[in-house]
């Protein structure tokens, strides 16, 4: 399947990656591309199939409710970008 | 020192013949003097190695040292290493220094390694050639114009240089087999949930697993033995005995059934690859084994729903790289969305991106069902092939690659063709079952490499079958010409 | 044109977890920003979620006390966003199978009717963090100690025709969630959270009119009020010829004022699809039945039990069986008095404010349902009064103590013995010669009312501790006696 432009832009923006504008055009050629490699699917019998979302027909454990965690937040407040009185700061959100 | 293998080194060091410090300076050295050839690691954690080495070294002399005590690795910089840079390739985590350690790591810890360093890799193990780090390419010790292979390329790399003995590696679609083949190295990607994930940066949950990647099958046993296990902290990590890998090494192979599926034979594979790996065949056969031809019917469907599941996991595994908590942010954002947009866009490589947008595409409103619930569909189907052919026969057998290594840009301008590289190794991580890559053979000067899949959680038969054919051929010896003594 | 009004909720319920529904990080509420996140819940880059049982099985709880059916299978979704909040950029949530399926509440109507609300399901999911709007520079702060917590998300059929309807049924449903043990119920801190989504048509008609979503409601009156303040907008809208927009919007409760959220104008596509971090929560009859065995009795049949067996008021019963608690401490203080208006009245008197002034709850209170119970027996049996009694109950509330323990060390023993009743009535009268005189003065109809005077002087001459039934009888008498 052939995408435009514009669908390549609504899919960034989903995405939230910025692209520029010199960038647009060999995604949306690359994608195409790779639309129609997938696109081969399609042709596949699949009718009845169980969809697999997992390799191992394993069902999920329990973990026992135990606090295991301590207060770790100078070290993994470490590595971040912004934080003031222990907060990670973004620009304002607006409700 | 540098061309022994992990088994040999770890036979030195018991016998006192060097100390673990002495062996990790040699590595350290080899590193420094000759790594700007291959550019395969990322970061040297030399002040740590050293630590390591002379910790193990006192353990030695306390009597209290195992198997791998004091054993010089590098680790694919996707694993989470404490205080250590661990970057993923990316530019988004060229500054982040994790504040944990990845399970594997605190096993490798445990058992005594010492971490040389973090090697290269594609960006966030998206790649077939390595092309698509951060930190540049790494480059084939066979020919450094050409790739090592990719993902876990740098590992590769690092290894066929004896720059290192052994290193860990990662593979999503073929990320440990495919460098592995294309570096003359061997690797192993065990099943789906042997191997703890926690902490090894997720690309496609479902389809990642972490391997050992080595000279021999007898270095991958060795370290497969750290690797596999339960972990409590990783949900899809199986509950299951680990038996020591290195104990069946030796079984006979007399009556091993092997199966070729003619799929894996068919047009695009180059023909010298393909006289490679028939010739590997025969030494089976030489082994006793017995060879019958298989069908893999949908082997056709493995590239186009591995295309759609892999992206569409990763799509949302790297939602969390946003510029809030860790990792790199966009200078001065105006507003929320302007620092999501940018810090993503300026922080994640051109394949990311790209693979984002087909995963973001493949399960938004509308496409769902035609793509991701299509190629869900798909991989039962794929995994029934696997499942009915591994009731006929013990192990499967191809080649790794239908081409060996390539040059560094022939392929990266057209991601389809890339992805052409990864047609024999995908269906193994859609199916999760586990498979290797050994030495099998070269061609045009480079590499061959054989592929080896077993049914789940038959990892020791693979390695067993891996270390007889090591006996019994040398090519697994083979070094490249430009390394250096 | 007369209009109906049309209400749907969902509910947010915390789960009274000690972690969260992922990570081994502790769930307790007002820690400093941050301290109670762990990697995972910052969603560090290799971090991955191992599911909390206890969340699964106070789900299930739920899922059986609205008679719902249970899911044997349940399977964990990625809800794909991006927001400051959401460490992962997914909410893990359910979709297509949620543990809890279709199951029905009964609420009770302000004229006494019965009403079932159905319960369309209810999902596990985690909660978000939260963003601090005050001023860092003109930044929004992200505390990430909520992120992780478990919740269960209730969805509820359009059932409900008013906004009075809609808190009754908040109000059942959070006795409900209290008395089962799985939330706090403690709404000023979140705990229980409603989103309201309202809809007007014209009364008669079956098609429903465009909704709109208040979301985050954490009060009953600020529901009430944001229904009503939205009904009516609604109305105004439509009947001035304008059409409603489906929209999400914010009610403020201390302005009183709502309005459209702007954040989430764009249709979202959440991209749904299993998380592949998760593997299916499969589970079989003999987890369910086993759950079902520490099910708590239910608001519902407490309620039945006390207008039955005790003879409460339709009211009475209502309050005490509110809470499980404070049922189960009522029926408790009940059975050892043999006396349930008795018990009803002091668990909803004595009890109630002093548990109010120490502004504690019903869990916490330094008086057992045992020492209660003990304590009212002793006025069954005419030991104590009921003045004596409260003094009793204070120096319990304060020091403990049984009731028998209390009497017997201050000596609070009510005096019935006739004889000493008798003298001090002798000394009262002997004491008080000018209200004698009045007394004897007086109409023989209205010396009964000034007989309370007397009263008075002979309870405090006796320390209170005067059988007043015998000292009106001996009091009387005597008085009388001089009249002649």
Redesign the interface.
Same mark, same amino acid.
């Given at each position: 399947m052939a995408l435009e432009r514009s669908d390549v832009e609504k899919i960034a923006h989903l995405a939230r990656l910025q692209l520029r504008e010199d960038e647009v055009e060999g995604y949306t050629q690359t994608l195409s591309d790779i639309l129609a490699l997938v696109d081969q699917l399609q042709a596949a019998d699949t009718a009845d199939v169980e969809p697999m979302a997992h390799p191992l027909d394993a069902v999920q454990r329990l973990r026992a409710d135990v606090v295991s965690e301590d207060n770790q937040r100078e070290l993994l407040q470490s590595v971040a970008p912004a934080v003031e009185n222990g907060l990670f700061l973004v620009p304002k959100v607006i409700e | 020192m540098f061309d022994k293998t992990l088994a040999e080194l770890a036979g030195g060091l018991a016998a006192g013949d060097f100390s673990s410090l002495e062996l990790t300076e040699s590595c350290l050295n080899r590193i420094k003097t000759q790594d700007a050839a291959y550019n395969s690691f990322i970061t040297v954690t030399e002040e740590l190695a050293l630590n390591q080495a002379r910790a193990a070294d006192s353990l030695r002399a306390s009597g209290k040292a195992g198997i791998f005590t004091g054993l010089p690795m590098a680790h694919k910089d996707i694993?989470?290493t404490q205080g250590v840079r661990?970057s993923?390739a990316s530019r988004m985590?060229d500054? =982040?220094?994790?504040?944990?350690d990845?399970t594997l790591i605190r096993k490798f810890n445990e058992a005594g390694a010492v971490t040389l360093g973090k090697t290269n890799m594609d960006e966030f193990a998206m790649g077939s050639s390595n092309e698509s780090s951060f930190y540049g390419p790494a480059r084939n010790p066979w020919d450094t114009e050409r790739v090592p292979g990719g993902s876990s390329g740098g590992s590769a790399a690092a290894i066929a240089a004896r720059l290192v003995p052994a290193a860990t590696g990662t593979d999503t679609g073929g990320s440990i087999r495919q460098p592995a083949a294309l570096c003359g190295i061997t690797g192993l990607k065990p099943t +789906? $949930?042997r191997v703890s994930?926690?902490?090894?940066?997720?690309f496609? /949950? /479902?389809?990642d697993q972490a391997g050992p990647m080595a000279r021999t099958a007898e270095d991958a046993a060795l370290m497969l033995n750290v690797m596999a296990g339960f972990d409590?902290?990783?949900?899809?990590c199986?509950?299951r005995e680990v038996p020591d890998y290195s104990a069946s090494l030796n079984d006979s192979l007399e009556g091993l059934r092997i199966g070729l599926p003619k799929e894996y034979f068919a047009d695009n594979l180059n023909p010298a690859i393909a006289e490679q790996v028939q010739n590997a065949i025969r030494e089976f056969e030489k082994l006793g084994a017995t060879v019958k031809e298989i069908s893999l019917p949908?082997t056709?469907?493995a590239?186009?729903?591995y295309?759609?599941i892999a992206p569409?996991?990763a /799509?949302?595994n790297l /939602?969390? =790289?946003? $510029?809030?908590?860790?990792?790199y942010?966009c200078d001065n954002?105006? #507003?929320?969305? #302007?620092?999501? %947009?940018?810090t993503? $866009?300026?922080g =994640?490589g051109d394949e990311v %991106?790209?693979r984002?947008?087909?995963g973001?595409?493949?399960?938004?409103?509308g496409y769902?069902d035609? +793509?991701?619930? %299509?190629? *869900? *569909?798909?991989?039962?189907?794929i *995994?029934q092939d696997f499942v009915k052919a591994l009731a006929e026969v013990d192990v499967i057998m191809g080649p790794t690659t239908p081409q060996p290594a390539f040059r560094i840009g022939e392929k990266s301008s057209?991601?389809?063709q890339m992805?052409m590289e990864d047609i024999y190794t995908l269906a193994l991580?859609?199916? $999760?079952?586990p498979g290797m890559s050994v030495p099998c053979g070269q061609a045009q000067g480079l590499p061959v490499g054989l592929q080896i899949i077993g049914n +789940?959680f038959a990892e020791a038969k693979l390695l067993n079958v891996a270390h007889r054919f090591q006996q019994a051929t040398d090519w697994h010896t083979q070094a490249p010409a430009s390394i250096k003594g | 044109m007369e209009w109906e009004t049309v209400i749907g909720l969902e509910i947010h319920v915390q789960l009274a977890t000690k972690t969260k529904i992922f990570s081994g990080s502790s769930t307790a509420f007002g820690a400093e920003p941050n301290t109670q996140a762990c990697a995972v819940d910052l969603a560090l880059p290799g971090t991955l979620p191992v599911f909390n049982e206890n969340a699964l099985r106070m789900a299930v709880m739920f899922g059986l006390a609205i008679d719902a059916e249970i899911g044997k299978r349940s399977v964990f979704e990625r809800k794909n966003y991006f927001y400051p909040d959401l460490p992962k950029g997914y909410q893990t949530t359910q979709l297509a199978e949620p543990v809890v399926g279709r199951g029905h509440v009964d609420i009770e109507r302000a004229d006494g009717s019965t009403h079932r609300v159905r319960i369309h399901h209810a999902h596990l999911e985690e909660d978000a963090g939260k963003s601090l709007h005050e001023d860092f520079h003109g930044m929004t702060g992200i505390d990430l100690n909520r992120a992780g917590t478990p919740l269960i998300e209730i969805v509820t059929e359009p059932d409900m025709r008013s906004a009075d309807e809609a808190v009754a049924f908040a109000r059942t449903l959070h006795s409900l969630v209290t008395s089962l043990g799985i939330c706090d119920g403690n709404m000023a801190e979140g705990s229980l959270r409603f989103d309201v989504n309202v809809s007007v048509r014209p009364k008669g008609t079956e098609t429903l009119g465009t909704r709109t979503e208040t979301k985050n409601l954490n009060s009953f009156r600020f529901m009430e009020e944001a229904i009503e303040l939205e009904v009516e907008r609604q109305i105004d809208v439509l009947e001035s010829g304008g059409e409603i927009r489906q929209e999400t919007r914010l009610y403020n409760g201390d302005t009183k004022v709502a309005r459209a959220m702007r954040s989430k104008e764009e249709a979202n596509d959440y991209r749904y699809f299993p998380c592949p971090d998760l593997l299916p929560i499969v589970i079989d009859d003999a987890y369910v039945e086993a759950v079902r065995a520490t099910l708590p009795i239910l608001p519902a049949q407490w309620k039945a039990t006390f207008v039955e067996q005790y003879g409460l008021s339709d009211y009475d019963a209502s309050v005490l069986s509110s809470n499980n608690v404070q049922a189960a401490y009522f029926d408790q203080v009940a059975k050892a008095c043999g006396d349930g208006k008795l018990a009803a009245n002091w668990v909803m008197g004595e009890l109630a404010k002093h548990l109010n002034q120490h502004d504690t709850d019903i869990q916490a209170s330094p008086v057992s349902a045992e020492q209660l119970g003990g304590l009212l027996e002793r006025i069954k049996d005419n030991t104590l009064s009921g003045n004596i009694a409260k003094k009793v109950f204070e120096i319990m509330w304060q020091d403990g103590g049984s009731a028998d323990e209390i009497i017997e060390a201050k000596g609070l023993k009510q005096v019935t013995d006739s004889g000493a009743i008798e003298q001090i009535v002798d000394q009262v009268i002997a004491n008080n010669t000018k209200q004698v005189e009045q007394y004897q003065a007086a109409e023989p109809d209205k010396r009964g009312k000034m007989l309370g005077f007397f009263m008075g002087q002979v309870m405090k001459a006796s320390g209170g501790k005067a059988n007043p039934g015998a000292v009106t009888g001996i009091l009387k008498q005597k008085l009388d006696a001089l009249c002649d």
């Open positions: - | 694993f989470c661990t993923c985590l500054n =982040f220094i994790a504040p944990y990845a +789906y $949930g994930r926690y902490g090894m940066i997720a496609a /949950s /479902s389809l409590p902290l990783d949900s899809t199986v509950e949908n056709a469907l590239v186009p729903a295309y759609i569409a996991e /799509s949302t /939602s969390r =790289f946003d $510029g809030v908590r860790y990792g942010r954002p105006v #507003d929320l969305e #302007d620092l999501y %947009k940018r993503r $866009g300026e =994640f %991106k790209r984002i947008m087909v973001t595409y493949a399960l938004s409103a769902y035609a +793509y991701y619930r %299509k190629a *869900q *569909q798909a991989r039962r189907l *995994q057209d991601p389809v992805y991580n859609l199916a $999760g079952l +789940y | -």
